[in-house]
């Protein structure tokens, strides 16, 4: 039996209140183990994003709870959610979120700089992490110089240049065309994933979904399993 990475309790958020109160996440309870790339997928406006969010330390949940390797999370302070986000989750955003008037390599070195590691040696790792997604090269130019799936591939460089143990990936291949979303998770599965490492993805691009180990849909804020036939059921 694979260790568990990420477990989520009847978890609800919702938003608004009273006669306006609508639930972008209900109940939600599932498990994610190490070693595995797990999808969730469903329509827009399911959920998806917000359920991201509350995992990963973000954003607070109204209910329930989310233990990562036995920690609840959302039962730390602050200040230490804030450390164990840094150490422990890497997050690729949808539209990448890089800095454009940093360069490549600094866009990468953010985490370590962040977690006050000394400005050179931050440099030199996120270097090291640059090579392992094939853009070295490409260090010292802004991210405008380059195309949409290096951007992607910096965006993961920094998403994991703190060895964070578990991966989130909101549709990461949103902005790209087919060919090189594939490429990119091919290369996650290949090069990022390994029995230590747990890494969740959102997307509804069927394209890649040859690169799940296993998926979950998501609908109107509840997560469902689905069969091998594709039919989804409570879980
Ligand atoms: N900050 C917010 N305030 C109010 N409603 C929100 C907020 N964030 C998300 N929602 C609502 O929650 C639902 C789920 O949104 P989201 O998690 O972004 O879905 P998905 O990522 O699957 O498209 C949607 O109805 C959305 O409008
Ligand atoms: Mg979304």
Not at 22 to 29: D, M
Request: charged letters at 25%; a neutral charge.
């Amino acid at each position: 039996m694979p260790a568990t990475a990420i477990k989520t309790t009847a978890l609800c958020k919702w938003f608004g209140d009273g006669e306006a109160r609508t639930y972008a996440v209900r109940e939600v309870a599932f498990e994610a183990y190490f070693g595995e790339m797990l999808y969730i997928v469903g329509p827009s406006g399911s959920g998806k994003t917000t359920l991201l969010s509350l995992i990963s330390g973000i954003l607070r949940p109204n209910q329930g709870k989310v233990e990562i390797e036995g920690v609840d999370i959302w039962d730390l302070p602050n200040d230490a959610l804030a450390e164990f986000r840094l150490k422990r989750i890497g997050f690729v955003f949808q539209d990448f979120h890089l800095f454009p008037r940093l360069t490549t390599v600094e866009n990468v070195a953010i985490p370590l700089i962040l977690r006050k590691c000394n400005w050179d040696e931050s440099i030199a790792e996120a270097m090291k992490y640059l090579e392992i997604v094939g853009l070295k090269e490409r260090a010292h130019l802004p991210p405008v110089k380059l195309s949409g799936g290096e951007q992607q591939r910096v965006a993961i460089a920094r998403a994991i240049v703190s060895s964070p143990d578990i991966l989130i990936m909101d549709e990461p291949t949103a902005s790209l065309d087919g060919d090189t979303g594939k490429n990119i998770l091919s290369f996650v599965q290949k090069n990022i994933l390994n029995d230590k490492r747990c890494i969740v993805i959102v997307t509804h691009d069927a394209r890649i979904s040859e690169f799940a180990n296993r998926i979950l849909r998501m609908e109107d804020g509840k997560l469902k399993r689905i069969d091998s036939n594709g039919d989804s059921h409570e879980k």
